[in-house]
């Protein structure tokens, strides 16, 4: 089992900047698989980005490529989603989600560990 936990939501104006947290815990695998989610009210949950744990390949939604940034630090297990250049229409539950594997998913089936989701608001 893998723990996820996330932090850094909250309300930004647009064009503002957030950055958010998804700390692992319990059973990390070398090759895991980390990625982010968001889902709007009434929307489907869809894909932001997705980082490997070994290496660092990242991917991204083309709606978020050159304002989102993932990373990791491997020492604390946590991935990150620097988000700047914010707009009204990113704000959603953002949630945390890990798999092991050797490819990057883009797929919210494909995940198999979640965390809570942490809301961010963004006004115009």
């Known amino acids: 089992q893998v723990q996820l936990v996330e932090s850094g939501g909250g309300l930004v104006q647009a064009g503002g900047s957030l950055r958010l947290s998804c700390e692992a815990s319990g059973r990390t695998f070398s090759n895991l698989v980390m990625a982010w989610f968001r889902q709007a009210p009434g929307k489907e949950r869809e894909f932001v980005a997705a980082v490997k744990w070994s290496g660092g390949t990242t991917y991204y939604a083309e709606s978020v490529k050159g304002r989102f940034t993932i990373s990791r630090d491997n020492a604390k297990n946590t991935v990150y989603l620097q988000m700047n250049s914010l707009k009204p229409e990113d704000t959603a539950v953002y949630y945390c989600?890990?798999?092991?594997?050797?490819?990057?998913?883009?797929?919210?089936?494909?995940?198999?560990?979640w965390g809570q989701g942490t809301q961010v608001t963004v006004s115009s």
């Open positions: 989600a890990a798999r092991s594997g050797y490819s990057l998913y883009y797929t919210s089936r494909q995940y198999d560990y």
